[in-house]
């Protein structure tokens, strides 16, 4: 049995949240002409805004001119433009199967990043395109893909961020500003795609730290947050199988 879409999505919408997004439609006649610019995809820029209309307006503007400042397009034509072997080596990521709902999984093992190193393999601009290009795929091949398997729409992913060996390169200004960086891309222009984040092997000082820092997130996003320590496994296999993270022999 198929779980009802969650509300402002597709398939369970408000007659006002309805109104909203014919609303929007309407105002960006003209602006927006490509086939990817469908219902689901004008939701999520709705939810990231609340259904405010002004409001969804102004990002979904800004996201056009940015798309074609940054030459989206351009970008993902891009082959063989990143040592992407190298990268994982020093920045381990990437996908794993997909969880009981269907969602595509992603695995970053934040605390054995080492970004000076990863710095000398490529550079800041070149890494931001193989971000966008990576975005980009999980949009157009990635969800379609799963909510084919699924055999329903899948919207977004579950994101596991393994923050075992962390140390003090982690508040480094210069991770700090890299992490700004990709996190700007994600959050201004490809809104609304984590389904859930489960932070394991968080060290004691991270999970005193949070509750300060909770407060500042929004509260949509921070229901979507689980924090946990090294005791995350029973957590993490309600959400997915272990044979979908653990028998794969590479980050896709």
Known sequence: EVDKPLEGFLGNLT???????????????????????????????????????KKSVLMMENYVKWREEFGVDQVCQ????????DVKKRYPHGYHGIDRKGRPIYIERL????????LQATDLDTLLKYWVQEYERLVEV????????????????????????IGMSALSSTTRSIMGKLSKICQDNFPELLGTMLIVNAPMVFSMMWPVVKPFIDEKTQKKIIVLGSSYKEKLFELADPSQLFNSTSCR
């Open 15 to 53: 007659a006002a949240q309805q109104t909203t997004l014919d609303q929007f439609k309407v105002a960006m006649q003209g602006k927006i002409d490509h086939p990817r610019y469908d219902d689901q995809f004008l939701l999520r820029f709705l939810r990231a805004r609340k259904f405010d209309l």
């Open 142 to 165: 990635r969800l379609p893909a799963c909510s084919v398997l699924a055999g329903h729409r899948v919207e977004q992913s579950l994101t596991i961020l393994d923050m075992s060996g």
């Open 78 to 85: 891009l082959t063989d433009f990143i040592p992407v072997a």
């Open 111 to 118: 605390g054995v990043v080492k970004v000076d190193e990863l």
